[in-house]
């Protein structure tokens, strides 16, 4: 009697954990694109192209990548761009002073510093002169025009270095010993990148001032045009000792640029939710473009539980004229 009750309790346990299995069985989700239709609609603020979308389902979640950029299934894991050229130009003057211009700037870089604009970090980093790399044959104190510096490929530091800062540096020595500063402006300044996935587009230098040592108030300046480079003034004749130290103490100029780096994480593109579980059936789905073009459309069908997720994927390429 004993073995029997034993034997229906198994076939009874084994019993339920059969239906529990059935409870979290799903099907595997359908979805076919049998065509889409382009619409001209003028929204008041100007035409859009409106597609629509026909198709038969069986899904519980259904998202769609439109295919424009932000949203493209090839991206969906995520997206680097990686910087293929990197070009730099600017144009200079002097036309003032009495020190070799050049004795006093110089363009430089730097693949280790920390984003920290103070005068610690800045002098713990390592800076790399780049200065004879570009074009100051017409830098003088006696000439007031701006000249173009060149334009000077950078890649060779992005691929060294992988990431980099860029700067100018600025520095005035005793001007009793060495003369008056010579003042520097700079205007014009451009960078561009390639990158693989976007082509060329101009670089933000997002330049950030830092002044160190004894400086007088308003001697180096960054405006939207140009940025002014300058030492301590006063009277060789004085007899102010505040004065005297502006004169005598060294003092640095820096403008530094933000941080450029070889490869840019721009996150994983994503999709737009057009059905949920429970939602109803859905024959078609419009979706407005704001530009023509060729789209890679991809819409993901799935059927999901708390124990199984089953998907699928189906790509159309759609031309807007």
Known sequence: ????????????????????????????????????????????????KKVTFNFDEEADIISFYSGEEGAEFKYREGKVASIESVDFSFASRCGYGEQDPLSQFS???????????????IHAATWIDITDRFDFSMLTVDNTNYDSSGQVDLQDLMDTYGSFYLAFRYITPNQFENGIYAAIRLQGWRMYSETDLFGLA????????????NYRSGRN????????????????????????????????AWVISQKFEKKMDLGADSSLPIKGVGDAKLTSFVHEYSDSGEYEVTFLAANANIENYKKIYKTITVVIP
């Open 1 to 48: 009697m004993k073995q029997l009750l034993n034997i229906l309790f198994i076939c009874l346990v084994a019993s339920i954990n059969l239906s529990c299995e059935d409870e979290y069985v799903i099907d595997e989700p359908k979805f076919k694109i049998k065509n889409y239709k382009v619409e001209d609609v003028d929204t008041g603020d100007g035409i859009v």
């Open 107 to 121: 363009v430089v870089a730097s693949p280790d510093f920390n984003g920290n604009y103070n005068e610690e970090n």
């Open 202 to 213: 101009e670089v933000d230098l997002d330049w950030g001032l830092v002044e160190i040592g």
């Open 221 to 252: 300046v960054i405006s939207s045009s140009t940025i002014t480079l300058r030492g301590n003034h006063g009277s060789f004749t004085t007899i102010n000792e505040e004065e005297i130290a502006w004169l005598t103490d060294e003092t640095e």
